[in-house]
């Protein structure tokens, strides 16, 4: 009786093929799914002695066929949103194209165990937000620090890891926060970059700093040798006769702040500048379209 209950059992597929016993079959376990990873890209970690922090580089090779050849670099700040948008867009308008050329793309990602807002507050603001209506956390206000990590530490990295590197022709780009770096940078550290692309600089930023430091340089008449191209979307402005709100700056007139800093770097021997405001673009919307004219200013297909 027993047998004839197991062939039962095993005609009805609720016992696999076999001895009388043998265990229900389970099914096959599904492959975990790979990670995707964008092509001929990688990401280095680099102790920052300086600052007692790990950062992580991501770095976007050109192709293979430019193998030998020393190409400039182009520094992005915001790396986990910049630097995909940027590598994709970049391989599209240099090798599809071609409408730009080729470079090494460096992407500055935030410090290993912060937020991207902790992190980005920190080691891309100049100074403390001083308005009394404004935060004035100790995260704030770090960017000489990471400056010099950049100077003294991620330039000799690259220099000794990425042969295609052309140490001599390096470019930065940013947006917002990491704009406003750049404009630091523009402004106190003369000869770390050549180029800027900077898009919606928060030039807000305690009670307009950069902007108050551009004046006076201006009317000294200081010598900058760069080339600067300031973006912004049209929608970034203040309504005529209208102000923002206390602590609510980075909603306030960004293109017409871009216009002024644009007639004060015109006012400093040696810079090279042009601004340009984007139609139908906001704060969020327009760092690609921002991007895309980037590339085709800072590195032009001769």
């Given at each position: 009786?027993?047998?004839?209950?197991?062939?039962?059992?095993?005609?009805?597929?609720?016992?696999?093929?076999?001895?009388?016993?043998?265990?229900?079959?389970?099914?096959?376990?599904?492959?975990?799914?790979?990670?995707?990873?964008?092509?001929?890209?990688?990401?280095?970690?680099?102790?920052?002695?300086l600052l007692q922090r790990d950062y992580e580089l991501y770095i976007g090779l050109?192709?293979?066929?430019?193998?030998?050849?020393?190409?400039?670099?182009?520094?992005?700040?915001?790396?986990?949103?910049?630097?995909?948008?940027?590598?994709?867009?970049?391989?599209r308008l240099s090798h599809e194209g071609p409408q730009s050329r080729q470079m090494?793309?460096?992407?500055?990602?935030?410090?290993?165990?912060?937020?991207?807002?902790?992190?980005?507050?920190?080691?891309?603001?100049?100074?403390?937000?001083?308005?009394?209506?404004?935060?004035?956390?100790?995260?704030?206000?770090?960017?000489?620090?990471?400056?010099?990590?950049?100077?003294?530490?991620?330039?000799?990295?690259?220099?000794?890891?990425?042969?295609?590197?052309?140490?001599?022709?390096?470019?930065?780009?940013?947006?917002?926060?990491?704009?406003?770096?750049?404009?630091?940078?523009?402004?106190?550290?003369?000869?770390?970059?050549?180029?800027?692309?900077?898009?919606?600089?928060?030039?807000?930023?305690?009670?307009?700093?950069?902007?108050?430091?551009?004046?006076?340089?201006?009317?000294?008449?200081?010598?900058?040798?760069?080339?600067?191209?300031?973006?912004?979307?049209?929608?970034?402005?203040?309504?005529?006769?209208?102000?923002?709100?206390?602590?609510?700056?980075?909603?306030?007139?960004?293109?017409?702040?871009?216009?002024?800093?644009?007639?004060?770097?015109?006012?400093?021997?040696?810079?090279?500048?042009?601004?340009?405001?984007?139609?139908?673009?906001?704060?969020?919307?327009?760092?690609?379209?921002?991007?895309?004219?980037?590339?085709?200013?800072?590195?032009?297909?001769?």
């Open positions: 009786m027993s047998r004839l209950i197991h062939l039962l059992f095993v005609l009805g597929g609720l016992l696999p093929w076999g001895a009388p016993g043998a265990a229900l079959a389970q099914p096959a376990a599904q492959p975990v799914p790979a990670p995707y990873a964008l092509d001929r890209t990688e990401v280095h970690r680099l102790h920052s002695r050109p192709p293979e066929s430019e193998a030998g050849a020393r190409l400039p670099l182009l520094f992005v700040t915001d790396a986990p949103v910049a630097f995909p948008l940027i590598h994709a867009m970049s391989r090494v793309l460096v992407g500055l990602s935030y410090a290993l165990g912060d937020s991207p807002t902790v992190s980005r507050n920190r080691d891309y603001t100049p100074s403390q937000r001083a308005s009394s209506a404004e935060d004035s956390s100790p995260r704030y206000g770090q960017a000489e620090a990471y400056v010099r990590f950049i100077r003294e530490e991620v330039l000799p990295y690259l220099a000794a890891h990425v042969p295609q590197a052309d140490m001599s022709r390096r470019y930065f780009a940013g947006h917002s926060y990491g704009s406003l770096l750049g404009a630091h940078v523009l402004l106190h550290h003369p000869g770390l970059f050549q180029r800027y692309i900077l898009s919606s600089p928060s030039l807000w930023y305690d009670q307009e700093r950069v902007l108050r430091e551009a004046e006076q340089l201006a009317a000294k008449r200081q010598p900058l040798h760069a080339q600067v191209l300031l973006l912004a979307g049209a929608k970034e402005q203040t309504a005529p006769g209208r102000r923002p709100r206390p602590g609510q700056e980075a909603d306030g007139d960004i293109v017409g702040n871009v216009r002024r800093f644009e007639r004060l770097l015109r006012q400093m021997p040696g810079v090279q500048v042009q601004a340009r405001i984007i139609p139908d673009e906001d704060h969020l919307s327009v760092f690609p379209s921002a991007m895309v004219r980037g590339l085709r200013w800072a590195l032009p297909q001769r």
